[in-house]
Antibody, heavy 124, light 108 residues
Framework: EVQLVESGGGLVQPGGSLRLSCAAS????????MHWVRQATGKGLEWVSG???????YYPGSVKGRFTISRENAKNSLFLQMNSLRAGDTAVYYC??????????????????WGKGTTVTVSS | DIQTTQSPSSLSASVGDRVTITCRAS??????LNWYQQKPGKAPNLLIY???SLQSGVPPRFSGSGSGTDFTLTISSLQPEDFATYYC??????????FGQGTKVEIK
């Protein structure tokens, strides 16, 4: 079964750092883009980073310069290094697989496999 | 950044009802629009991609339509397991790929 399993969440003080991991199984990890998406309690989904198969990375303004996404294809693993953490970063963090469907001359992108999430709490 | 706005934010419906949720983008995104379902305490689950393509394993009572700026998710006959929160997501051009704020479907 295709699966993503996150780990590394926990309680951290404001200004601290945390590294999340996501272990992938039963698919060719190196062939897919990967993402991190977070959700604060009672709130909606927020995309926080993505990494392409070539190692190209993407971030929204809210985390750029503080978060770093990386991957280790040999270990089928995705990572998120989070620095300078703030109370507003408190959330469940999901890793998700990105995939593409071709229709005509267009490439449509979506996130089709998600992990169960890991909880990050930033508090003193 | 492209914004997506869903309506309504919540709705109450009965089993068997036809339910429609809309998503509007702040600029044209062609058909680069996905829909996800999320149940409490669970990860999101992809329902519809490219505005109208049904993800494998998703019941055919779910359908999507629209292009440009206006999109719709329809549940033709609401089932007990469909009570959840639904999110749209645009994936037009380069990131950030934003989600709508969500629509919670509750039991009437």
């Amino acid at each position: 079964e295709v699966q993503l399993v996150e780990s590394g969440g926990g309680l951290v003080q404001p200004g601290g750092s945390l590294r999340l991991s996501c272990a992938a199984s039963e698919f060719t990890f190196s062939s897919y883009d990967m993402h991190w998406v977070r959700q604060a309690t009672g709130k909606g989904l927020e995309w926080v980073s993505g990494i392409g198969t070539a190692g190209d990375t993407y971030y929204p303004g809210s985390v750029k310069g503080r978060f770093t996404i990386s991957r280790e294809n040999a270990k089928n693993s995705l990572f998120l290094q989070m620095n300078s953490l703030r109370a507003g970063d408190t959330a469940v963090y999901y890793c998700a697989r990105g995939d593409t469907m071709v229709r005509g001359r267009y490439y449509y992108y979506y996130m089709d496999v998600w992990g169960k999430g890991t909880t990050v709490t930033v508090s003193s | 950044d492209i914004q997506t706005t869903q309506s309504p934010s919540s709705l109450s419906a009965s089993v068997g009802d036809r339910v429609t949720i809309t998503c509007r983008a702040s600029q044209s995104i062609r058909s680069y629009l996905n829909w996800y379902q999320q149940k409490p305490g669970k990860a999101p689950n992809l329902l519809i991609y490219a505005a109208s393509s049904l993800q494998s394993g998703v019941p055919p009572r779910f359908s999507g339509s629209g292009s440009g700026t206006d999109f719709t998710l329809t549940i033709s006959s609401l089932q007990p397991e469909d009570f959840a929160t639904y999110y749209c997501q645009q994936t037009y051009s380069t990131p950030p790929w934003t989600f709508g704020q969500g629509t919670k479907v509750e039991i009437k």
